[in-house]
């Protein structure tokens, strides 16, 4: 699992609560996503719509232009509300949009969620 957040302590957070049932990564931007997910294929990337430089929008894009990154599902943290982003969502790839702030329980739920739907569809 990929956690993209800017914020430090969000990060962290996130990744200790969800480290108990994956192995989790974690990068401060959407360039430093990138250059992990040449390397790496997590089951799941979370991360937030605001990031600083690409956001979490382009950042699924450029995944669902890449051949090795096409398939992992991601979710997406937003502070923003509406349908206009809910449709960029859609129209990127999201597989589920989480608003913030978002509890570390409700993440796992939506997390685990979507690894076992994927799994079984794999």
Known sequence: MLIVEDHDDTRTMYATFLSHSYDVLEARDAARALDILRE???????????????????????????????????????????????????????????????LPDELARAADEIVRQRRRTS
């Open 40 to 102: 790496r294929t997590p089951a799941l990337v979370i991360t937030d719509v605001a990031l600083p430089g690409i956001d979490g929008f382009e950042l699924v894009a450029r995944m669902r232009a890449e051949p090795a990154s096409s398939r992992i599902p991601v979710i997406c943290l937003s502070g923003f509300d509406g349908s206009a982003h809910e449709e960029r969502a859609r129209q990127v790839g999201v597989d589920r949009v989480l608003s913030k702030p978002c």
